[in-house]
C-alpha cells in the first residue's frame, strides 16, 4: 500500500498539479491608485485576477493533497486493524490516523519537521473549506508565513475589515512542501527494496521548483 500511495501522489502532482500552476500567471507585485487611461486600469484588473485565480488554484491543490492522504490514512489504518483482529477507535480523525500508521512503521513525525508539515497541510485545507473557526486561529499560530498583510501582489475582492481565510496564501512552495511531505511520509513506510525515501521535490530560493 505504501507504495500505491505514494505513486498516486506523485503522479498527480507531477501530471496535474504542477503543470496547471506553471501554466497560471502570477505578477510579482499590484499596482494600485488611480490609472492614467482605460487600458491601464483594465491591465491592471486582469493583473489583480491573475494572482487571484493562482491563489485558488493552489488552496484547492492543497485541499486535494490533504483529502488524498487523509484517506490513504485511513485506508491502511484500516488494514493494520484489521490484521490486528481489533476494532477502531470511536476518533477517527487525521492526527489518529497519522499517530498509528506512524507508529506502526517506526516513522519519527518529528524528523524533519515532516509531521509539522502533513498537519499545516490539512489545517490549511481545513481552513479553505471551512474558514474561520479553531483550525484558522491554530494555523494563524503554527504557520504564520501563510499570511502576509503586507505584500502587494494580492488585493482581497471583499471590502471591508479583513477576513483571515481569504487572506490565506498558498504558494507553489508550500504546495512543494505538501507533496514532498506526503511522499516522503509513504516511502520510509515502504518495507520493499528500493523505496524513494527522498522524493525530489525540493523549492528554490526563489520560490520556484528546484
Known sequence: MPRIFQANLARLFERAIQPAMEALPVHASLECGEAATIEQ????????????????????????????????????????????????????????FLTLCAERAGIDLELGALGADLTEMFMAANVVRHGEGPSCEKLKTIAPALWDDAAN???????????????????MCDLVRYISATTRFWGVADPLPMAVTDPPYRVARDGDIA
Open 41 to 96: 486600469f483594465l491591465d491592471r484588473a486582469a493583473a489583480q485576477v491573475d494572482n487571484y485565480t493562482a491563489n485558488e488554484a493552489a488552496k484547492a491543490f492543497s485541499l486535494t493533497l490533504a483529502a488524498i492522504f487523509e484517506r490513504q490514512l485511513s485506508i491502511w489504518a484500516r488494514a493494520i486493524y484489521r490484521g490486528d483482529a481489533i476494532d477502531l477507535p470511536k476518533s477517527r480523525c487525521f492526527q489518529d
Open 153 to 171: 501582489d494580492y488585493h482581497d475582492l471583499l471590502a471591508g475589515p479583513r477576513i483571515a481565510r481569504e487572506h490565506l496564501r498558498i504558494r
